[in-house]
């Protein structure tokens, strides 16, 4: 098997009461089979209280507060699990958030997602070009599937090739034979829109956007080059698998152009990526949609 990461992902590390927007509410907590049986033999107070906020119907999971926090968020934003019982003692889902691993034949990429505000700081102000690093070999396989390899010449591309950012983007589109991909900020503002969205701060910004004469964005800076690099090393390969090249790449295109749009308009604040990848990467159904509506302009 070989192991990829990108560049920043040793550096990542929670911030926990220091993150002003908490992964500990809001959602349902899913507890793997293995931390379950763990939980079961954990003994005294702090084992009852785990048993008490399992929930016994349907698959297991921390049965939340009222304001949909986990029942182990302390008021000061630490979690009691880990005062008690150490970091070993979470389940998978809260040990890993927000990290994410594809999975291939022979093959683990592994990454930060940017529904974290510290991993959209570490990523965007990461000081170098968004760089691949194959941190454990332990196979002689050297071949990988043909959507990977494209993947990766892309990268290549935008990362070492001559010429401005978008004229690199342009060669990439032309190599998975795409058309010239034009934002058109209103647009897609409004298709956003039509998305299903959870935070009403989205909404306010996708309404700023379309009601705001953005004009042409500019892909220029090392922090546009890493956030394109960023979409096509998470996100290209799996919807070239099922989408093929051209609307796989016009996707990763399409969210820098629209994060970078919102950006001019939200200043240095990068809430924006945040919420971003909250409201599109975790959602299956919208990035379908996307990519529906990509295809259909395509034609």
């Given at each position: 098997?070989?192991?990829?990461?990108?560049?920043?992902?040793?550096?990542?590390?929670?911030?926990?009461?220091?993150?002003?927007?908490?992964?500990?509410?809001?959602?349902?907590?899913?507890?793997?089979?293995?931390?379950?049986?763990?939980?079961?033999?954990?003994?005294?107070?702090?084992?009852?209280?785990?048993?008490?906020?399992?929930?016994?119907?349907?698959?297991?999971?921390?049965?939340?507060?009222?304001?949909?926090?986990?029942?182990?968020?302390?008021?000061?934003?630490?979690?009691?699990?880990?005062?008690?019982?150490?970091?070993d003692s979470l389940c998978n889902i809260c040990r890993e958030?927000?990290?994410?691993?594809?999975?291939?034949?022979?093959?683990?990429?592994?990454?930060?997602?940017?529904?974290?505000?510290?991993?959209?700081?570490?990523?965007?102000?990461?000081?170098?070009?968004?760089?691949?690093?194959?941190?454990?070999?332990?196979?002689?396989?050297?071949?990988?599937?043909?959507?990977?390899?494209?993947?990766?010449?892309?990268?290549?591309?935008?990362?070492?090739?001559?010429?401005?950012?978008?004229?690199?983007l342009l060669s990439c589109l032309k190599l998975c034979r795409?058309?010239?991909?034009?934002?058109?900020?209103?647009?897609?503002?409004?298709?956003?829109?039509?998305?299903?969205?959870?935070?009403?701060?989205?909404?306010?910004?996708?309404l700023r956007l379309k009601n705001k004469n953005a004009g042409?964005?500019?892909?220029?800076?090392?922090?546009?080059?890493?956030?394109?690099?960023?979409?096509?090393?998470?996100?290209?390969?799996?919807?070239?698998?099922?989408?093929?090249?051209?609307?796989?790449?016009?996707?990763?295109?399409?969210?820098?152009?629209?994060?970078?749009?919102?950006?001019?308009?939200?200043?240095?604040?990068?809430?924006?990526?945040?919420?971003?990848?909250?409201?599109?990467?975790?959602?299956?159904?919208?990035?379908?949609?996307?990519?529906?509506?990509?295809?259909?302009?395509?034609?």
């Amino acid at each position: 098997m070989r192991y990829f990461e990108p560049d920043f992902y040793r550096d990542f590390k929670c911030i926990a009461d220091k993150c002003r927007h908490s992964c500990c509410k809001g959602w349902e907590i899913d507890i793997d089979e293995e931390s379950l049986k763990r939980f079961s033999k954990v003994e005294g107070e702090m084992g009852k209280l785990l048993r008490d906020n399992i929930s016994k119907e349907g698959d297991p999971c921390f049965i939340l507060t009222e304001d949909e926090r986990c029942p182990f968020l302390l008021d000061n934003g630490l979690c009691k699990m880990i005062i008690e019982l150490g970091e070993d003692s979470l389940c998978n889902i809260c040990r890993e958030h927000p990290r994410f691993y594809n999975c291939y034949e022979d093959r683990e990429e592994r990454g930060v997602g940017l529904c974290c505000e510290e991993a959209v700081r570490l990523m965007l102000n990461f000081p170098e070009k968004f760089n691949i690093i194959e941190y454990n070999n332990e196979s002689e396989q050297e071949y990988d599937e043909d959507e990977i390899i494209l993947r990766d010449y892309i990268l290549d591309l935008i990362s070492k090739g001559e010429g401005s950012l978008t004229s690199r983007l342009l060669s990439c589109l032309k190599l998975c034979r795409a058309k010239t991909f034009e934002f058109d900020s209103k647009f897609w503002a409004d298709f956003y829109l039509s998305l299903e969205r959870m935070d009403e701060e989205w909404t306010d910004m996708l309404l700023r956007l379309k009601n705001k004469n953005a004009g042409e964005i500019e892909f220029s800076g090392l922090r546009a080059e890493r956030l394109v690099s960023y979409f096509i090393y998470r996100h290209f390969t799996n919807l070239c698998f099922d989408y093929g090249a051209a609307p796989a790449l016009i996707f990763c295109i399409l969210s820098a152009a629209l994060i970078l749009a919102i950006g001019d308009i939200n200043g240095e604040n990068l809430e924006h990526v945040r919420l971003y990848s909250s409201e599109i990467e975790y959602s299956d159904e919208n990035i379908g949609l996307i990519i529906d509506k990509i295809i259909e302009r395509q034609k």
